[in-house]
């Protein structure tokens, strides 16, 4: 063992059981009096054991009990940052505009902490297409422009917002998919209107007014970077029919189960209920034949399906030209435009269903631009 002038053991063992707790006094503050106290009289009999009796009253003991007293206070104040600095910091983390309260003493500091934090996790610059749509469902119903809108009659929400880069949704349909480089596009989307109470008619298509697509525009416009060339458009609508042949069980009541058929299909492509989540079906999210046969396997009247079909602008064929599934464009929601369905009881009795009910055609209106 190595020793100094004084007795004291300079050994690594040693300086390492001290480094200990100096290693704990800086981790923190974590280190109590009682602890401190404890741990050096452990250590006397490794450093130097003639060193005390360990007796209360021992000069030796009375030091050990000074020090992790110091110690203690010391350590105390480790990261401890007084208010006024906390409010200097604060006054140089949120700008020239920020007042800084008249009474720091009564003000609530730790309030003021968190509300600079909120401000700085804040979204102010719109970068990625998630940073748009992000803006748009959390910054957009509080803005002024959606003030003044509101305040003119018009209607502000947004049921879905969905962005696609490197695309100008405003060109023209034969050449909407092309490349467009620095374009961002945002499409925004209405709610529905409410359930008009008659289950026959077509599914609803909504289309931002051109007022709500102006002041979309201009609330992200100060947000963009100076090189993007940004597009605020309405959604665009892809029909999709679906045909099939139905087994029933035997106890199941045609027309109820055609009806539960046709209401699944719709449902399984609502722009608002529909996809795996309940939150609309994705934009782009093609509509597969084993997507439908799932559907409809699935229905408690229904013992199986056969003989599905789909129809649509962008056919999927497989090897064989059959249509494997309806393709949809990243800008696009599937809506289910038609469904023709027959039905066999038991007896093989066929129960036909066509919806929407035959009439005059419905054509969904066009989706306007700005940017």
Do not use: K
């Not at 609330?219 to 090189?227: A, D, G, I, N, Q």
């Not at 059959?322 to 949809?328: E, G, K, L, N, R």
């Amino acid at each position: 063992m190595l020793t100094s002038a004084t007795g004291l053991d300079r050994s690594p063992d040693a300086a390492l059981a001290l480094g200990g707790i100096a290693g704990d006094v800086l981790a923190g503050g974590t280190v109590t009096y009682d602890a401190l106290v404890a741990e050096a009289r452990t250590l006397i009999p490794a450093l130097h054991p003639g060193w005390t009796d360990h007796n209360p009253s021992d000069p030796g003991i009375a030091l050990v009990e000074l020090f992790a007293w110091l110690t203690d206070i010391l350590a105390f104040q480790v990261e401890q940052i007084p208010d006024c600095h906390t409010w200097s910091y604060l006054t140089l983390l949120n700008g020239p505009d920020w007042q800084r309260p008249a009474d720091e003493a009564s003000a609530d500091v730790g309030a003021a902490v968190a509300a600079a934090l909120r401000e700085l996790e804040r979204r102010h610059r719109a970068v990625t297409v998630a940073d748009y749509t992000d803006l748009l469902r959390t910054e957009w119903p509080a803005s002024p422009e959606a003030t003044a809108l509101a305040t003119a009659g018009h209607d502000i929400r947004l049921a879905r917002v969905h962005g696609a880069a490197r695309r100008d949704l405003a060109r023209p349909a034969e050449t909407v998919d092309d490349e467009a480089p620095a374009y961002v596009s945002i499409v925004v989307v209405p709610p529905p209107p409410p359930p008009a109470g008659d289950p026959g008619g077509s599914e609803p298509r909504p289309t931002p007014s051109d007022e709500l697509l102006a002041a979309v525009a201009a609330f992200l416009e100060p947000l963009r970077l100076v090189t993007t060339r940004l597009r605020v458009v309405g959604p665009a609508y892809a029909d999709v029919g679906i045909a099939a042949s139905l087994g029933l069980r035997a106890d199941a009541p045609p027309e109820r189960a055609l009806a539960d058929a046709v209401a699944a299909l719709r449902a399984a492509c609502d722009p608002f209920t529909g996809g795996p989540g309940g939150t609309g079906r994705a934009f782009g999210a093609p509509v597969y034949l084993s997507e439908v046969y799932a559907v409809l396997d699935d229905l408690p009247l229904v013992d199986f399906a056969t003989d599905v079909t789909l129809t649509g602008a962008r056919p999927v064929t497989a090897e064989d030209d059959s249509v494997t599934a309806i393709d949809v464009g990243p800008h696009e929601l599937a809506v289910v435009s038609r469904v023709d369905l027959v039905a066999y009881d038991r007896y093989g009795r066929p129960y036909s269903l066509t919806w929407p009910p035959p009439g005059p055609a419905v054509s969904g209106s066009d989706s306007g631009a700005l940017g």
